[in-house]
Every structure is written in structure tokens, then in C-alpha cells.
């Protein structure tokens, strides 16, 4: 009996004494996640459910008051610092404080670079290099993990096709696949091959769902999505990103319809958990549940707090409404217990998946071995290079000629270290950027001399400054000018009735103009731009957008000739605003030769695809494998590009297919891959696409369901087509 009873006190003892599964690091993240649940209390499952924010506290030394109000227990914080001592104390709080010590999950905005500042996103899909923009994550995300932010809000993969509305400079353009290829891109650099990395951050896509379609272009506004275009266009980048793996997803503040994105079952509970089957979680984007008393669906904040999350939104940022009224929403028996104990389980399984439950303080590392540490600057810098698109160069202006030995640089842009690196570049510092100037100085020191003078400003209607601008011009032998917008003219709530730039830009470039010198127009801006006048008084345009902090060197090297440009434009230059909208992927009018403006040209200024390089491209007839082609089959189709030219360049051949008849009318055409080769002087290569006519020819219909249809099909690149007849 004594050993029995041995056996049975060391066997309590040992229980007593083991740590709880939960804190089992060897213990599966499933069994982890539901031995907590079972221990957690109510209160602190709905803790759980809350991102909370300090705000833009940024002092160690002075959070005694939010540190105090800060509930041990809550979910998420918005970190606004960038300092890994701060995280860790607060950590501290909440892993010594709260009765089961669950880590807190620090969030923040890492759009395109954390300090280390890179282009911003629609200048990355313009290098149609998706590995490079993969590097440039990966270095973000280290960069993050070292201030303390283990979840980045992006990527932004909101297919845009009005440039009036500030946010197309978040994402990656007019096309669904550009977008589901950059946002995979993204997904793969922040969270790496596992999220439990060292380096590696949870991302999150954003905004779920057809944000782009704002009305108007009015931030926030009411988005009329078609159950086509949302299955079409809107949601693909998203399925793309979700079978990436990627952590979380946030919800939207537009109106889907008349079911605005953050109150939207179909769209979040049957399309994203059940269709899709993702296990993570969804955030409301900033108050987002508590304007869905703004958006006319709920009465007051327990009514809109009971929609949000019975549609399928996890964690409510900010605005405390789940805090405030879950409780009661339970013993109401509006909420059960087993919604509340799956959204937990979903933030606990990002929590577990970062490995934050067993290593939840971040290492403390100096910020010079933190930041700008060179292989990131060095990522920056060829990302920049790579993104800037050769818009127009007549009688090959550029590159500038090494006879040339006086170069004017005017504009407001020319010396601007802050506009420079974009919006959403929080933590990035002006004085770590590289003004157009300093790039232009260091290229051209010792070949020739430049002579500055601002002109303007970037808006306003003082002309003070053009007479010095036109001396400068005068006495030059080529006039680089620089223009653009200020980083606040896009981004969030950021619209514009009109994409031209202020007249005083214009009116500047006009009076140069009379000098009779070259204008070299250079463009840094978060929007595509109106460039009806400034195009006819340019005889070469450079679309730099807002290249982040390694921007001067890269053009300076595109203007000298030391780096031929390769970009090409991922959303459309309209002609005019009036164009608006106006994408590569229509479809066909029904009248294709009436219709058309009676004012203006119907053909926008630059396509989709557009962008010049100083080699010249020569694509022979694509030839496809096979002619006829089985719906279950393959057919590759290739075709061989030669640089002509003298000088070695890369090519990106933008492979598109289209289907003239079908069972619905389906865009003209449709970019299905892409591909960037480097081609030496004289080099011929070839390019091949692999289709799988599943995937790459079928369409999406109004219920989400796939259709590939026998019928005759054209694959396109570089401006010819070839013909395939798909058969049952
Ligand atoms: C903002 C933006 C969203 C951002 C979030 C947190 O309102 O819409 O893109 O991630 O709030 O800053």
C-alpha cells in the first residue's frame, strides 16, 4: 500500500510542479492553444479579442500613466515606439502580471521599410521583380523584430484603379495577379520560411475587401463591388495570399455594397474561413467596428461590436468596443462561448506560431547595428533603381552625354530629403535620405557642374523663384526638373478631385521651356499624374515615385547611363482626370470605334506595361507548343527577345491571354505571368510561359466558382499574339 501511495504523491507532486501544457515549448501549438483556453476566464478570453494603443508614445522614460492603465491581459498594442526596451517592459507587465502570462502581440505599420526606407509599394511593382522586393521585406522585418514589432499591417493588396484616391501609392496597381504576385512577395520576406524565425513578423493583408473601389476616390467612401469584380478582381490577391500562409487579414472601413467589409459574413466567415479555411485572424482596421455606426448597420457600439465579430472580425483595433460590451453580449446569449473561444484560439495560434509564449522579449541591440545596416541600404538602392520607369526619352535625351558639362537641377523636389521617402515611412528619417542633388553630385563630380535653383514650391502662386530658375537654365547645356507631390497628397485619407500637379509646377516648366534648353522632367509622386501639358514641353519624363531613402543615387545612375532603367508602369497614366477610370483589363465596348470622348483622347497618356529602356527589345512571333490543347493538358508558348542595342539591359516580358468568346464577357485581356531577364548587347533569349489552362485560362464567376471553356484563345507578349484552341 505505502508504494502505492508513493506512486500516487509523486505523481501529484510532478503535476503540480511540471509547468502547464500550454508553457510546454515541445507540446504541439494545438494541444498548447487549447490546454490555455480551458484555463482562461472569460474576462480574459475578451482581453484576448483587443488591440489597445498608447499612441505616439514614444519615451521610455514617461509611460508610468498609459504603462498603469495598460490591462495586463490585452491581446495587441499598436506600438508606436521603435524601442526594444520599452516593448520589453511592457511585456513584462504582461507576462508577470497577468494571471496566465500570455504574451502581448506588438503591431504596427511596416509598409515599405521600417528605418531603412525603400520605394514605396507601387513603385516596387513597377520593377516586375518580386524577389528583390522579397529582400527588401526580409531586412524590414529584421529591422522590426529589433523594436519591438512582431506584426507588420501590410501588405496592401488592394487592386486600385483610381489614382484620385490617395491610397493606389500603397498597393500594387490596377491588376489582380500584379497584386496576388507582390502580396505573396511580401508575405514570403515578413514572415520567411517560418513565422517562429528569429526575424520573422506576422503579416497581415489589408483591407479585405475592394477598399479600391472608394467612390470616387473618396477615402472611406461607399465601394460598389459587383459579385463579378469582387471574385474577379478584388479577391484574388487575397486567396493568393492566404494559401502563402499569410498570418492575419484586416478588414476594411468601405461599404461593400451596402454591407460594409468589417460587418461582412460572406465575405469574412464564408469566403475566408470556410472557403478558404484560413486559421488566423482578422484586426478591424483603426475604430472600423465603431464606425459601423457611421456606415448605418448598428445603432450604437455594442450593436456595431456584435456585428463586427458575428461576421467574422477577431480583434477590434482601438476603440475598446469588444472590452466594453462582450461580457454582456455573452449573458445576453448573443455571443456564445464557442465563437469567443475560436477567435481566441486564432490570435493564440499567430501568438504560438511567432513563438512569443517562449521568447517574448526582444534582444536589445544597439540602433547602429539595428538600422541602415548596409546590405539593407544596398537593397533599398537596387529596388530604387529597378522601380523608376523611363516614361519618355525623345531623340534619346537620356542618358545625358558626356559632353555635357553644365547640368541645371531646379524644382521643388530636387533638394527634398522629406517628401522623398513617401508616406507610411513612420520610423524613417529624412536626414537617412538622399536628395536628387546629393545623387546627382556624387554621379557627376568631376564630369560636370550643376546649377541649382528651386523655382517654386510644390504648390502655392508665388513665381518669385523662376527668374532665377530660368538663369540657371539659360547658362546650362541640359535642365533636369524636378516636381512632384508633398507625402501627405497620397496615403491614407489622401484624395484628390485631380491627379495634375498644382499649376505653379506646370507654369514653371513652361518658362523653362522658353530657354530652348533639353527638359528632363523627373517625377517623384504616390499616384499616377496628369501630364497632358507637362508631356508635350518634356523631351524626357522619369517616373521616380517616391524611391525612399537610396532615390538620388539610382536616378542620378539612370540619368548618367551607369544603370539602365528596366521598370515598367503597374497601373495606368490616364490622359486626363477626366479619364478616371481608365485600367488595362476593360472590356470591350460595345461600340469600339464610337463612344469615345468628344473633348479629349480616349487613350490614356501611358498604358499599363509602359516604361523605355536605353536598349532596344526586338520579340519574335511567340510560338505555342501544341495548337490544340486539352482543358486538363499544358502548352507552353515562347518567344525569343534580342537586345539589339549596344548596351546590356533587363526586359520583363508581360505575358497576357485572352478569350474573345465566352459564356460571359471576359476583359480584353488578362496578365497571367511575368518574367525579368537580363540581356547583354547583342544577347537574344528566350522567354517561356508554361500555361496551365486551369489556372491560367479560366474565370471566375459571381458565386466564386471556375470556368474553362473550350473555344479559341490568344496569348499575347510584347505586342503579338498567338492563337491556341482549347478542346474538351
Ligand atoms: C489606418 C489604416 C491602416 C493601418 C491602420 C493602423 O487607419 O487604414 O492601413 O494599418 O490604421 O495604423
Known amino acids: 500500500m505505502k508504494v502505492f501511495s508513493l506512486l500516487i504523491f509523486i505523481g501529484l507532486a510532478h503535476l503540480s510542479f511540471a509547468q502547464p501544457l500550454y508553457k510546454d515549448k515541445k507540446a504541439p501549438v494545438e494541444s498548447r492553444i487549447k490546454d490555455l483556453i480551458q484555463r482562461m476566464t472569460v474576462e480574459e478570453k475578451i482581453l484576448q479579442l483587443n488591440q489597445y494603443t498608447f499612441g505616439e508614445n514614444r519615451n521610455v522614460n514617461n509611460i508610468g500613466k498609459e504603462m498603469n492603465e495598460l490591462p495586463a491581459g490585452i491581446g495587441s498594442l499598436i506600438y508606436f515606439s521603435a524601442d526594444p526596451v520599452m516593448r520589453n517592459r511592457i511585456q513584462k507587465k504582461a507576462?508577470?502580471?497577468?494571471?496566465?502570462?500570455i504574451p502581448i502581440l506588438f503591431g504596427f505599420d511596416v509598409i515599405h521599410g521600417f528605418r531603412t526606407v525603400y520605394p514605396i509599394s507601387i513603385a516596387q511593382a513597377c520593377s516586375w521583380n518580386p524577389s528583390l522586393v522579397t529582400q527588401n521585406c526580409r531586412a524590414a522585418a529584421k529591422e522590426s523584430v529589433l523594436s519591438g514589432v512582431d506584426w507588420t499591417f501590410s501588405p496592401m493588396i488592394d487592386v486600385a484603379r483610381d489614382p484620385r484616391w490617395g491610397r493606389v501609392s500603397e498597393g500594387y496597381g490596377e491588376d489582380p495577379y500584379t497584386n496576388a504576385i507582390f502580396g505573396v512577395a511580401t508575405v514570403k520576406g515578413y514572415q520567411g520560411a517560418s513565422l517562429s524565425d528569429s526575424f520573422s513578423i506576422a503579416a497581415c493583408l489589408k483591407h479585405y475587401v475592394g477598399y479600391g473601389l472608394s467612390e470616387g476616390g473618396r477615402d472611406y467612401h461607399y465601394?460598389?463591388?459587383?459579385?463579378?469584380?469582387?471574385?474577379?478582381?478584388?479577391?484574388?490577391?487575397?486567396?493568393?495570399?492566404?494559401?502563402?500562409?499569410a498570418a492575419t487579414l484586416m478588414s476594411a472601413f468601405n461599404d461593400i455594397s451596402g454591407v460594409p467589409a468589417t460587418a461582412n459574413h460572406y465575405t469574412l466567415t464564408e469566403i475566408l474561413k470556410q472557403r478558404w479555411k484560413h486559421d488566423g485572424f482578422v484586426v478591424a482596421d483603426w475604430n472600423a467596428v465603431d464606425q459601423l455606426v457611421a456606415q448605418g448597420v448598428a445603432k450604437?457600439?455594442?450593436?456595431a461590436g456584435l456585428k463586427a465579430f458575428t461576421a467574422g472580425v477577431e480583434m477590434d483595433m482601438r476603440d475598446n468596443i469588444y472590452r466594453e460590451n462582450f461580457k454582456q453580449l455573452i449573458q445576453e446569449q448573443k455571443i456564445t462561448m464557442a465563437q469567443i473561444n475560436d477567435a481566441v484560439s486564432r490570435i493564440l495560434r499567430v501568438k504560438f506560431g511567432l513563438g512569443l509564449f517562449d521568447q517574448p522579449y526582444t534582444a536589445i541591440v544597439s540602433e547602429k547595428d539595428r538600422y541602415l545596416q548596409p546590405y539593407s541600404v544596398q537593397l533599398a538602392a537596387d529596388l530604387a533603381a529597378e522601380s523608376m520607369v523611363l516614361l519618355k526619352n525623345k531623340n534619346n535625351t537620356l542618358p545625358i552625354g558626356i559632353g555635357v558639362k553644365q547640368v541645371a537641377v531646379i524644382g521643388p523636389m530636387a533638394k527634398d530629403k522629406t517628401n522623398i521617402i513617401g508616406s507610411w515611412s513612420f520610423n524613417g528619417h529624412s536626414a537617412d535620405a538622399q536628395s536628387i542633388y546629393e545623387g546627382l553630385e556624387h554621379e557627376f563630380q568631376g564630369k560636370a557642374s550643376l546649377n541649382y535653383a528651386k523655382g517654386c514650391a510644390f504648390d502655392g502662386q508665388d513665381e518669385a523663384g523662376f527668374d532665377e530658375a530660368i538663369a540657371v537654365a539659360s547658362k546650362s547645356d541640359v535642365v533636369i526638373v524636378c516636381l512632384g507631390e508633398e507625402k501627405t497628397w497620397s496615403g491614407e485619407n489622401a484624395s484628390r478631385s485631380t491627379i495634375a500637379l498644382p499649376a505653379i509646377q506646370e507654369k514653371l516648366v513652361a518658362a523653362l521651356k522658353k530657354t530652348g534648353k533639353q527638359i528632363v522632367l523627373v517625377l517623384s509622386n504616390g499616384r499616377p499624374l496628369e501630364l497632358l501639358r507637362l508631356e508635350p514641353l518634356s523631351d524626357a519624363i522619369v517616373e521616380i515615385w517616391q524611391p525612399g531613402i537610396a532615390g538620388g543615387d539610382a536616378l542620378a545612375g539612370i540619368l548618367s547611363g551607369r544603370?539602365?532603367?528596366?521598370?515598367?508602369?503597374?497601373?495606368?497614366?490616364?490622359?486626363?482626370?477626366?479619364?478616371?477610370?481608365?485600367?488595362?483589363?476593360?472590356?470591350?465596348?460595345?461600340?469600339?470605334?464610337?463612344g469615345l470622348y468628344q473633348d479629349i483622347a480616349t487613350e490614356p497618356l501611358y498604358w499599363?506595361?509602359?516604361?523605355?529602356?536605353?536598349?532596344?527589345?526586338?520579340?519574335?512571333?511567340?510560338v505555342a507548343s501544341a495548337i490544340k490543347v486539352k482543358k486538363q493538358g499544358k502548352v507552353s508558348v515562347s518567344v525569343s527577345v534580342k537586345n539589339t542595342s549596344e548596351v546590356e539591359g533587363k526586359e520583363t516580358a508581360l505575358w497576357y491571354i485572352s478569350q474573345p468568346v465566352a459564356s460571359i464577357s471576359r476583359p480584353m485581356k488578362e496578365l497571367k505571368f511575368f518574367e525579368k531577364k537580363n540581356l547583354k548587347a547583342g544577347e537574344e533569349a528566350t522567354f517561356t510561359f508554361e500555361i496551365?489552362?486551369?489556372?491560367?485560362?479560366?474565370?471566375?464567376?459571381?458565386?466564386?466558382?471556375?470556368?474553362?471553356?473550350?473555344?479559341?484563345?490568344?496569348?499575347?507578349v510584347g505586342k503579338k499574339k498567338v492563337k491556341i484552341e482549347l478542346v474538351d
Open 223 to 245: 465601394s460598389d463591388v459587383s459579385a463579378q469584380s469582387l471574385w474577379e478582381t478584388y479577391l484574388p490577391p487575397y486567396e493568393a495570399c492566404v494559401k502563402a500562409g
Open 692 to 716: 496551365v489552362p486551369t489556372r491560367d485560362l479560366s474565370f471566375t464567376d459571381a458565386n466564386g466558382n471556375r470556368h474553362l471553356e473550350a473555344g479559341d484563345y490568344f496569348i499575347e
Open 300 to 303: 450604437d457600439r455594442k450593436e
Open 608 to 622: 499599363f506595361g509602359h516604361g523605355l529602356s536605353y536598349a532596344n527589345f526586338s520579340y519574335a512571333q511567340p
Open 563 to 594: 544603370i539602365n532603367p528596366s521598370a515598367k508602369l503597374a497601373i495606368t497614366f490616364p490622359l486626363t482626370t477626366g479619364q478616371i477610370p481608365t485600367y488595362y483589363d476593360m472590356r470591350q465596348s460595345a461600340r469600339p470605334k464610337e
Open 95 to 101: 507576462m508577470d502580471s497577468s494571471r496566465l502570462g
